[in-house]
């Protein structure tokens, strides 16, 4: 009898595992919402769970903003709160709960101060701490911040892009103040020069941090103490064949089967103008890819595998990389691209073989802006544009794709002008609307025409205007193209109503 209960948890688990690969190879990304944000940009995005729900944080220069995600993955505004000096932007922002209390922590980074607010109960916060920058503790021009947690104490990590670069450790006193306990400084041996990455592994009973080095080019992995002080494991330097490190950016990991993993990005050099923002303009363009490296028993890193670029994907300038699902024996990435302005869908297995599965063109270029959290059963993605004439903040569902083959999307766009609209602006509204087809490749097909029903049943619209696109990608690089934002800032102001609806048709 033993014998075939185990033999039926093997079939079940094989079951469970094909399932869920079966589904991982289909994934896609469906948009829920959009909303505005008082900030120029949307640079970083994190989130955290309070009394049921689920508040989304969005930072960019001079603000923050505050939303509630409800379970569809629609976004309502909570509050809007100014950063110290109105500076900016809010990076490396991260949610946690020490002793109780439940804190936002925010690097600012033209401002030179980490500042901590305190997380009410309606998702809003209030600021309770700063913390400026010292010779010593390298808080200029702070990027990432990491929390982790030890046997008594918490303490808050910090890296960024100062003259003068290092790591830094904050004990977090029970009133979210911080307490500094070590920082190191860079040298020529760790990759610390321009931290805009960490994440934390937990192997053995024992802590390690890893780092990204943007500037100098590599990873780094330390080791934590109960006390928050911290000692250097080992590093690894970009090269040719195994790694792609140069500008080394966003960094995450996780556990599969008995297997440690970090995997890290980089937004290539290449993408910088050479005019002394990269210290050593004389790298080497090896491509784009995203590198895996395991992990051993004593939290060292070893080169493992590479996910290299090509014309199916698009890992262009890669500045977030997001674990959205993990079953134990495979992963589900998204990695926000800034150069191809785009999330691509990976899958890492467990022997740390990352393949991509979909891609979604978003039609905005993601700067570090990209946040994964799952409600309920369902899986979301918070994405922010790193672009000053965009201001907004856009919700993914991560589901099943659907089969669009033979199939184009029609957009239709029904409006009606305010009384005191004149013919003149209505004419050059039309031809804006008209124009959008010239300026946006995107748009397969454009037509538009006058309401002639006389039925009594069209609510006093008078416009049509039906586009074709061929996928999903054409209709968010519509959507937010420069050239279509710039319609809506012109007819806006004299448009009385507007419906919009979309539908999928055979070509």
């Known amino acids: 009898m033993n014998s075939i209960k185990a033999c039926l948890l093997i079939i079940l688990s094989v079951v469970s595992v094909t399932c869920f690969s079966q589904v991982s190879d289909e994934l896609m990304l469906y948009r829920k919402d959009v909303k505005d944000i008082s900030a120029n940009n949307t640079v970083t995005i994190t989130s955290y769970e309070k009394g049921g729900s689920h508040y989304v944080y969005a930072g960019g220069f001079g603000s923050v903003d505050v939303f509630k995600l409800e379970s569809d993955g629609k976004l309502s505004p909570i509050s809007q709160h100014d950063l110290y000096m109105k500076k900016g932007p809010a990076r490396g922002m991260v949610a946690d709960n020490i002793e109780g209390t439940d804190f936002l922590f925010i690097a600012n980074k033209h401002g030179n101060v980490i500042e901590t607010f305190k997380i009410e109960e309606n998702g809003s916060i209030t600021r309770v701490s700063i913390v400026e920058d010292t010779d010593e503790t390298h808080l200029g021009t702070a990027i990432t911040l990491q929390v982790i947690h030890m046997k008594k104490s918490s303490y808050l990590f910090i890296g960024g892009l100062e003259e003068t670069p290092g790591l830094s450790s904050f004990k977090i006193e029970r009133d979210g103040k911080l307490t500094h ?16 990455g960490m994440f934390v592994h937990r192997i053995e009973g024992k802590t390690y941090l890893y780092t990204s080095g943007f500037q100098d080019n590599g990873v780094s992995s330390f080791g934590i103490n109960d006390d928050g002080t911290f000692y250097n494991v080992n590093n690894i330097a970009d090269n040719k064949t195994d790694r792609f490190l140069t500008g080394a950016y966003p960094v995450t990991g996780t556990k599969l089967g008995n297997n440690h993993y970090v995997i890290v990005g980089h937004r290539h050099h290449k993408y910088y103008e050479r005019n002394g923002f990269i210290k050593n303009p004389n790298f080497f363009y090896h491509g784009d890819g995203v590198s895996v490296f395991k992990v051993d028993n004593k939290g060292a890193l070893a080169p493992h595998y590479v996910l290299k670029d090509n014309e199916n994907t698009k890992l262009q300038g890669q500045t977030r990389i997001e674990v959205v699902s993990s079953n134990g024996e495979e992963a589900i990435l998204a990695v926000g691209t800034r150069d191809d302005a785009s999330i691509q869908l990976c899958k890492l297995s467990k022997d740390g073989i990352l393949s991509p599965i979909n891609y979604l063109e978003t039609g905005f270029s ?10 309920g059963k369902e899986n979301y993605l918070i994405a922010g544009s790193n672009s000053f004439d965009l201001k907004k903040i856009v919700t993914y569902k991560v589901a099943p794709s659907i089969d669009r083959q033979g199939k184009v999307l029609r957009h239709i766009v029904n409006l009606k002008y305010k009384e005191e609209a004149t013919e003149q602006q209505i004419r050059e509204a039309e031809q804006a609307f008209v124009n959008l087809k010239a300026e946006i490749p995107e748009i397969v097909d454009l037509e538009w025409g006058i309401n002639d029903s006389e039925e009594g049943a069209s609510k006093g619209f008078t416009h049509t ?11 968010e690089i519509y959507l937010f193209h420069k050239s279509h934002l710039a319609l809506v800032s012109k007819v806006g102001p004299i448009i009385g109503d507007v419906l919009v609806m979309d539908y999928w048709t055979n070509e």
């Open 181 to 196: 306990v070590m920082s190191i400084k860079d040298d020529d041996q760790l990759f610390t020069d321009g931290i805009i």
């Open 366 to 375: 993601i700067y570090y802006g990209l946040n994964a959290l799952k409600i």
């Open 465 to 475: 205007f039906t586009l074709t696109f061929n996928n999903e990608h054409g209709r």
